[in-house]
Nanobody
Framework: QVQLVESGGGLVQAGDSLRLSCAAS??????IGWFRQAPGKEREFVAA????????FYPDSVKGRFTISGDNGKNTVYLQMNSLKPDDTAVYYC???????????????????????WGQGTQVTVSS
């Protein structure tokens, strides 16, 4: 059974940084994505990466502030979040997808329906 476990969330102030971790019990999928969901809002794509780390993808809302990376030896993907804003407050989820993220094929990674495996989420709260 595939398990994804997020950690690293917490309460920080605007401008601070956090690093989230997503530990996978197995690597039966090819790409990992991070999503977030704030109360009353739809789930929003944050970042995606292939296990090989060869491709990454970000929406404009976090580009330049968030960095996704992976440690293949630990089956763990990280989300480094810098210059946090109150609007970044949400529950953050990591998810696994069978599709491979490529530079010329990345749009699919923004759709949460493309991901088959999900973690339980970790809360990030950014105070102003």
């Amino acid at each position: 059974q595939v398990q994804l476990v997020e950690s690293g969330g917490g309460l920080v102030q605007a401008g601070d940084s956090l690093r989230l971790s997503c530990a996978a019990s197995t690597r039966t999928f090819n790409s990992i994505g991070w999503f977030r969901q704030a109360p009353g809002k739809e789930r929003e794509f944050v970042a995606a990466i292939t296990w090989s780390g060869g491709s990454t993808f970000y929406p404009d809302s976090v580009k330049g502030r968030f960095t996704i990376s992976g440690d293949n030896g630990k089956n763990t993907v990280y989300l480094q979040m810098n210059s946090l804003k109150p609007d970044d407050t949400a529950v953050y989820y990591c998810a696994g997808a069978d599709r491979i993220l490529r530079p010329y094929s990345s749009a699919w990674s923004t759709r949460h329906t493309e991901y088959s495996y999900w973690g339980q989420g970790t809360q990030v709260t950014v105070s102003s």
